[in-house]
T-cell receptor, first 112, second 111 residues
């Protein structure tokens, strides 16, 4: 049963610290998305990649967020420095052949 | 411009009752439409999708949705809900190679 995996599942950190979240997409899926979900804003698209190349990162605060795909099996989302307003659940999703997205379980980030 | 509208933030139904969750989209071309479900503490799971053809699509967990071009709607239905259906439901449309999600409808089930 192929699944998207994300690590860590939970992260608590202090303001100003660097946070790195990792995602392993389903093998063979070449489009990967990063989302952020909060009660106030709902589900927001931060960035997405196709064949490891960034296609759109307009939803991401450029000064502190960065997203990369070092290889086809790993996507990373980094926040440096983190701020309390970054507290949210961050989801990674990979896209199947029929445009359906498969979501990981999320990383719940709390910045104090 | 809002691409997907889910007019109901919360819906409460009794277990065993029928369910309809509303979704309207605004996108000129024939859209690719989706419904996802999110249980507490989990990621989103695809329930069903519509690309073309038969306007009534069947999904997992006994859900179905009907595409109505004249009404720009893609409402989700289930004839008889179970307590395990309590979750948040998201309608989504594929636009410009990205999925745009609605704000979600939280479904509550009364015993």
């Amino acid at each position: 049963d192929a699944r998207v995996t994300q690590t860590p599942r939970h992260k608590v950190t202090e303001m100003g610290q660097e946070v790195t979240m990792r995602c392993q997409p389903i093998l063979g899926h070449n489009t990967v998305f990063w989302y952020r979900q909060t009660m106030m804003q709902g589900l927001e698209l931060l960035a997405y990649f196709r064949n490891r190349a960034p296609l759109d990162d307009s939803g991401m605060p450029k000064d502190r967020f960065s997203a990369e795909m070092p290889d086809a099996t790993l996507a990373t989302l980094k926040i440096q420095p983190s701020e309390p307003r970054d507290s949210a659940v961050y989801f990674c999703a990979s896209e199947g052949l029929a445009y359906e997205q498969y979501f990981g379980p999320g990383t719940r980030l709390t910045v104090t | 411009a809002q691409s997907v509208t889910q007019p109901d933030i919360h819906i409460t139904v009794s277990e065993g009752a029928s369910l309809e969750l509303r979704c309207n989209y605004s996108y000129g071309a024939t859209p690719y439409l989706f419904w996802y479900v999110q249980s507490p503490g989990q990621g989103l799971q695809l329930l069903l999708k519509y690309f073309s053809g038969d306007t009534l699509v069947q999904g997992i967990k006994g859900f179905e949705a009907e595409f109505k071009r004249s009404q720009s709607s893609f409402n989700l239905r289930k004839p008889s809900v179970h307590w395990s259906d309590a979750a948040e439901y998201f309608c989504a449309v594929d636009r410009d190679d990205k999925i745009i999600f609605g704000k979600g409808t939280r479904l509550h089930i009364l015993p």
